[in-house]
């Protein structure tokens, strides 16, 4: 297992010293968004700019890697492609619903491209397209995609 760039640690170590209510919380998970190098430096971007306040992950991806599904009130670490942590996020709001039920209201809030529901559907149904079919899956246009909002709490200027 490869260890977090050590941006991660002092990024947190900043935000606790602003915030010491979170001086007894370990260091969150961190994460880049996407799966290649120009969009995941793109999203980390917009969310340190307060643009990008939400992100769409497939019920599938959460099972088939066996991870937990994130909860209100969880703090991620974003990070670039290289891992350089970037900012601090706080999910605020969770749904479950459709790929094909996704509303204008939460492409727009996603952040990315023009913001349009257009762009978002086009984009997403290409990158599950992907990861899924790197193993076999196929997407569907209703599968379930969890809807995840956060709120910037924490970014280097």
Same mark, same amino acid.
């Given at each position: 297992?490869?260890?977090?760039?050590?941006?991660?640690?002092?990024?947190?170590?900043?935000?606790?010293?602003?915030?010491p209510?979170?001086?007894?919380?370990?260091?969150?998970?961190? $994460?880049?968004?996407?799966?290649?190098?120009?969009?995941?430096?793109?999203?980390?971007?917009?969310?340190?700019?307060?643009?990008?306040?939400?992100?769409?992950?497939?019920?599938?991806?959460?099972?088939?890697?066996?991870?937990?599904?994130?909860?209100? &009130?969880?703090?991620y670490?974003?990070?670039?492609?290289? &891992?350089?942590?970037?900012?601090?996020?706080?999910?605020?709001?969770?749904?479950?619903?459709? $790929?094909?039920?996704?509303? !204008?209201? $939460?492409?727009? !809030?996603? &952040?990315?491209?023009?913001?349009?529901? &257009?762009?978002?559907?086009?984009?997403?149904?290409?990158?599950?397209?992907?990861?899924m079919?790197?193993?076999?899956?196929?997407?569907?246009?209703?599968?379930?995609?969890?809807?995840?909002? $956060?709120?910037?709490?924490?970014?280097?200027?």
């Open positions: 297992m490869q260890l977090p760039n050590p941006s991660v640690a002092k990024l947190w170590a900043n935000f606790v010293q602003q915030y209510k979170y001086k007894n919380t370990p260091i969150p998970n961190h $994460f880049y968004f996407c799966d290649n190098e120009q969009d995941a430096n793109t999203c980390a971007d917009l969310v340190v700019k307060k643009i990008k306040q939400a992100t769409a992950t497939s019920l599938w991806w959460y099972e088939y890697h066996g991870e937990p599904r994130p909860n209100i &009130g969880d703090l670490i974003v990070t670039d492609w290289e &891992g350089s942590a970037k900012a601090i996020i706080e999910l605020i709001a969770i749904t479950h619903i459709p $790929f094909n039920e996704v509303g !204008a209201d $939460f492409a727009e !809030a996603e &952040g990315e491209g023009d913001k349009s529901l &257009g762009y978002w559907r086009k984009v997403h149904k290409a990158y599950y397209q992907r990861e079919e790197a193993v076999g899956a196929r997407f569907k246009e209703n599968m379930m995609i969890s809807c995840e909002r $956060f709120r910037t709490v924490y970014a280097l200027p």
